[in-house]
């Protein structure tokens, strides 16, 4: 029986390496399943998801001239639903891992700081203020446009 691409066989892991396991064939051929086709999750550590000599349905994803066979196990598996973490699909977070936020379902809109109402500031404060936000900004542009330019200070 010749292999080909799209095939569905099942193989005995022979060998786990950081990178992935390479997995025995039926027809004496050996094939590797790299580290992110063996599970919609995040693995890191391969040892802990396969063992030598273990059973596994495989899916032939390609076959190079050169006689490479590169197989995987989380595409013989139903993909998880997007959105449902309950399973643990593809963003779950490891075992042991750093914790991380849930992103927010809609993009995020800069939203200006909120200020003070204009009615409450006396001209004297409102000018204040404009003075000295619009010398921050000059700073700010000065120092940009100097960092372009190599920067004046810096010349030895």
């Not at 963003?91 to 750093?98: M, S, T």
């Not at 993009?107 to 204040?128: C, H, I, N, T």
């Amino acid at each position: 029986m010749a292999l080909q691409v799209g095939d569905i066989v099942e193989g005995k892991v022979t060998g786990i390496k950081p990178f992935g396991a390479f997995v025995s064939l039926p027809d004496g051929k050996n094939g590797l399943v790299h580290i992110s086709e063996v599970s919609y999750e995040y693995v890191q550590d391969l040892a802990a998801v396969l063992s030598d000599g273990q059973t596994v349905t495989v899916k032939v994803m390609s076959i190079a001239p050169d006689g490479k066979i590169a197989l995987s196990i989380k595409r013989t598996q139903p993909a998880p639903e997007r959105g449902s973490r309950q399973g643990g699909g593809a963003g779950a977070r490891p075992q042991g891992g750093p914790a991380r936020s849930k992103r927010e379902p809609a993009p995020r809109v800069w939203q200006p700081k909120p200020s003070q109402p204009q009615g409450s500031l006396s001209f004297e404060d409102m000018m204040a203020r404009y003075k000295s936000q619009s010398e921050e900004k000059i700073a700010d542009l000065k120092r940009v446009t100097e960092n372009r330019r190599g920067g004046y200070s810096r010349r030895r």
